[in-house]
């Protein structure tokens, strides 16, 4: 049984930052190409980063420069550090993982980032 479960969301102000983190089990983590997307209030889930097994990450053009997605294989974990947050970064935040054809979820965390 595939599980991913976000958590190190909250309140911040903008200009402040957060790291989420998503634990996996069910898989073998360390082959598996992991991604973070966000879904805002009243918008599609969009991809934030992606991080390969192995090579350099991939980040939308929006959160270049102040998200970091980084990986611990030994603790199956993909982590998103966020510096310089703004309000338009609010969403729900949601770790990804594709195996065995299917995609599967995390129950999402929640940001925020108002002063």
């Known amino acids: 049984q595939v599980q991913l479960v976000e958590s190190g969301g909250g309140l911040v102000q903008p200009g402040g930052s957060l790291r989420l983190s998503c634990a996996a089990s069910?898989?073998?983590?360390?082959?598996?190409?992991m991604g973070w997307y966000r879904q805002a209030p009243g918008k599609q889930r969009e991809l934030v980063a992606t991080?390969?097994?192995?090579?350099?990450?991939n980040y939308v053009d929006s959160v270049k420069g102040r998200f970091t997605i980084s990986r611990d294989n030994a603790k199956n974990t993909v982590y998103l550090h966020m510096i310089s947050l703004k309000p338009e970064d609010t969403a729900v935040y949601f770790c990804?993982?594709?195996?065995?054809?299917?995609?599967?979820w995390g129950q999402g965390t929640q940001v925020t980032v108002s002063s």
């Open positions: 990804r993982v594709v195996h065995g054809g299917y995609e599967y």
């Open positions: 069910g898989i073998i983590f360390s082959i598996y190409p």
């Open positions: 991080v390969p097994s192995g090579g350099n990450p």
